[in-house]
């Protein structure tokens, strides 16, 4: 029986400063990002959606929120699984960073991730979806490399820090998952036993 994911990054946060803000409290959703959020939710409004998920962070649980307006007896609820990625890069200017293809990685030593370590807490979560919502459509809110590493899991290739400057060599249309994008995963069992399908989607 397949599970339908909805995996959906958050919309556009306001940082004035231009800094990496990864697990910083205190980013919320700009105008434009709840404009995106809004598209997105309008995209989702007619699907069967039967559970919704999110970061614990604020600019995720905000958009969440305005998909949860659509469908008005669900409350979403938080999973640490899809908590924004741990790096020592935080605070640190965006310029900088994309320098770099934003390789936020290469080098880490616990208790900050690797890759590999992002996307088997996300293949868990997974996992919980195609157990406990077997056959259903859920929503999940989260972020960005949140929603790369498990697509670059369903073409079959294991994520590794610098594919994030050349994803389209991995079937994404684009460069990068947009704000308050959403990758639609359609899972047939374990994701580590059967690859799920995938397809990408900017609803604004």
């Not at 949860?68 to 965006?94: F, N, W």
């Not at 498990?150 to 249309?173: F, N, T």
Request: hydrophobic share 40%.
């Amino acid at each position: 029986m397949t599970t339908t994911l909805y995996l959906m990054r958050h919309g556009h946060v306001r940082n004035p400063a231009n800094i990496l803000y990864g697990r910083i409290p205190g980013f919320h959703l700009s105008d434009l990002g709840m404009r995106q959020a809004e598209a997105a939710a309008e995209w989702l409004a007619e699907k069967p959606i039967k559970a919704i998920y999110s970061s614990p962070m604020e600019r995720a649980q905000q958009t969440a929120a305005i998909v949860a307006q659509r469908h008005v007896s669900l409350a979403p609820s938080t999973d640490e699984r899809i908590l924004e990625v741990l790096t020592p890069y935080e605070g640190r200017p965006t310029a900088e960073l994309a320098a770099t293809g934003w390789d936020l990685y290469t080098g880490n030593e616990p208790p900050y991730e690797s890759p590999a370590m992002v996307l088997e807490r996300v293949l868990d979560f997974f996992e919980r979806i195609a157990v406990e919502h077997s056959g259903d459509s859920v929503v999940a809110v989260a972020h960005g490399d949140i929603l790369v590493f498990p697509w670059l899991h369903a073409q079959g290739v294991e994520p590794e820090a610098l594919m994030k400057d050349r994803l389209v060599e991995y079937a994404l249309p684009v460069d990068y998952p947009a704000t308050a994008s959403i990758m639609t995963f359609e899972l047939g069992g374990s994701p580590r036993e059967t690859l799920p399908l995938v397809t990408y989607t900017c609803p604004y």
